[in-house]
């Protein structure tokens, strides 16, 4: 058992089963809302696939990868305590500074000890009979609960590309997202990196300081702006830790939870002097300012997207100075802020260096990896390493790769196979006592922002639950509906909702992903933590409790 301590006899709610609750993932997420069971008195376990806390920020560690999110937006802020000991080095700070972030809460509210780490959930049995789960692992182990909370990532399922042969590739082959804790090297190597979304534009980023000669592998370019990251000294530290509270306060009110506020005017409501001159601000400014913190319009009109396009794409080419690369870095399939932006620390300067070298796999498609590298239909390459920069299964990837079945052993899987339908993006109806920390149709944004808010919703619930003896919490089909074709109202008109990517489920590298759907709640944080507070407080009506 990992050294865990041996399941207790009694259990707070008295219920027979092993455990009050499992938590599957042990992310920003998993963390929480362990801390918050436990709060309750709950006899809880998260069950977490690696050999260490922190999720995302334990398994990206590929070069350059970091926050796009302000770090000090970013921690987590119910602890003053940890507010007051914890100074964030760079205003956007690195995998390695974010793991030991994470490590530092696991130790500092000794949550180590109920965490369960190399164990893989490959399915979750809701049995009628006992109001619980079954949870079952890859090594066959088993656990029985009352409640069911996933905290698995939405962008935790990596994929693969679907290109032959890449098991017979003889270098070293890496995924970004299982990237090996020993460093690579890359001085004297011929690297490749296939993709160029926003894992693989910070990759190629800090691979080519180093590189012998990179190629990069390009299907759809991104509308990238830069980050402008700095370091945070002690003086600047203390100055940042009074302003917490109006930090977290100004998160709570934006659309994400970012610090960037949609500026209120339209965009042909000022003169093309005073757009560009804004333009120039926000492109000169750290973080998604550009993105979340633009006119009102670029978002859902046309017009004033194609301009934030045209001012972007301008940069590119001031900043490329092959004029044929820089038409092959500007997205001509998508506007500026549909996909989501990649912030970048000197990408497209990358494309100036003699060593690196940009191919465009529309006009010459990777046929094949071979055992000495990748293949296209023009020619072989040759290479000592081949980075796969090709993202994830987002959402519901890591819901799919586990056998999850809930009433009548019908499959979440199938449920969803034409979408997620959920109640709140927290209660599935048919899936009694499981609860999702940041599932499908939840309001995203910058993370912990979200999280806290949800697993103190979840967390609200389950105490309702236990005060009154209920045992079983279920969406109703009808409030699932609901909330379903809310989450599909909400993005209507958003241009996003007309490109292919992850945010719109399509992943072509996933069979049955190839159709468009609404993923997650555009309607902002501030209305879906309104529509959830509501339903908290009038009891939880809308829910069946028995
Ligand atoms: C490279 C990258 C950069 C990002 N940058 C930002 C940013 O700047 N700002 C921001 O707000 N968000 C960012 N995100 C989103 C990021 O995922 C969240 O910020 C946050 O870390 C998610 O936390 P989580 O706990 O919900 O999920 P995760 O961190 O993904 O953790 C989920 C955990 O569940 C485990 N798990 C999943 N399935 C199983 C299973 N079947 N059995 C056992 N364990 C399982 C996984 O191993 C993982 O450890 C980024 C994501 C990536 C990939």
């Not at 119910?78 to 690195?94: K, N, V």
């Not at 182990?141 to 990532?153: H, N």
């Not at 003889?170 to 299982?178: A, I, L, N, P, V």
């Not at 599935?428 to 006592?433: K, W």
């Amino acid at each position: 058992m990992d050294g865990l301590p041996a399941v207790p006899d009694g259990t707070f709610t008295q219920t027979g089963l092993d455990f009050d609750a499992i938590v599957i993932g042990a992310g920003v997420s998993g963390l929480y809302q362990l801390y918050k069971l436990r709060e309750l008195g709950l006899k809880v376990r998260v069950i977490e696939a690696g050999t260490g806390v922190g999720g995302t920020w334990y398994w990206n560690r590929y070069p350059g990868a970091r926050f796009d999110s302000e770090s000090w937006t970013y921690g987590y802020s119910f602890s003053q305590e940890l507010l007051e000991e914890w100074d964030w080095e760079e205003h956007f700070a690195g995998q390695p500074e974010t793991e030991r972030y994470l490590n530092y809460v696991a130790d500092k509210f000794d949550l180590r000890r109920d965490i369960q780490f190399r164990s893989r959930v490959t399915a979750a049995h809701y049995q009628e009979g006992t109001r619980g789960w079954d949870i079952i692992l890859e090594d066959g182990r088993r656990y029985t609960t009352r409640f069911l909370i996933t905290a698995v990532g939405v962008l935790s399922a990596a994929t693969m590309p679907r290109i032959p042969g890449v098991e017979t590739f003889k270098g070293q082959s890496c995924h970004t997202h299982y990237w090996p804790k020993e460093p690579v090297r890359f001085e004297g190597k011929r690297v490749a990196v296939i993709g160029t979304g926003a894992t693989g534009v910070q990759t190629i980023t800090e691979v080519a300081k180093t590189v012998g000669h990179l190629t990069v592998f390009q299907r759809t370019p991104q509308w990238c702006a830069p980050l402008h990251n700095a370091k945070i000294g002690k003086a600047e530290m203390s100055r940042i830790r009074p302003n917490y509270p109006e930090i977290f306060a100004r998160c709570q009110e934006t659309y994400g939870c970012f610090i960037h506020a949609t500026d209120p005017r339209a965009t042909d409501e000022v003169t093309e002097e005073e757009r560009d001159a804004f333009w120039e601000k926000l492109y000169a400014e750290p973080g998604f300012g550009i993105w979340m913190g633009n006119f009102r319009d670029i978002l859902v009109d046309r017009k004033a997207n194609a301009l934030i396009s045209d001012f972007v794409a301008r940069k590119i080419r001031q900043r490329v100075k092959d004029p044929a690369v820089a038409e092959k870095l500007i997205p001509k399939n998508h506007g500026f802020g549909t996909r989501r932006v990649p912030l970048e620390s000197g990408y497209y300067e990358v494309y100036n260096q003699p060593n690196v070298k940009l191919v465009d796999i529309n006009e010459n498609p990777i046929e094949r990896i071979t055992p000495n590298g990748i293949q296209t239909s023009d020619r072989e390459y040759e290479f000592d390493i081949i980075i796969y920069a090709t993202g994830f299964d987002a959402i519901t990837g890591a819901f799919d790769r586990i056998d999850m079945r809930g009433v009548d052993g019908v499959s979440l899987k199938e449920k969803w196979q034409d979408g997620p339908q959920t109640f709140l993006g927290i209660l599935v109806d048919g899936f009694p006592n499981m609860l999702m920390v940041m599932g499908p149709h939840a309001g995203l944004g910058n993370f912990p922002r979200a999280v806290e808010y949800t697993a103190d919703w979840v967390t609200g619930l389950i105490r309702f639950a236990h005060d009154r003896g209920v045992t079983r919490i279920e969406a109703t089909a009808a409030g699932a509906v609901a909330w379903t074709d809310h989450v599909i109202e909400a993005s209507e008109g958003l241009l996003f909702t007309e490109v292919d990517s992850w945010m719109t489920g399509i992943n072509r590298n996933v069979e049955g992903k190839q159709v468009r759907r609404i993923m997650r709640y555009s309607g902002g944080h501030p209305k879906f933590r309104e529509r959830c507070d509501t339903v908290a407080a009038v009891g939880y009506r809308e829910l069946s409790l028995a």
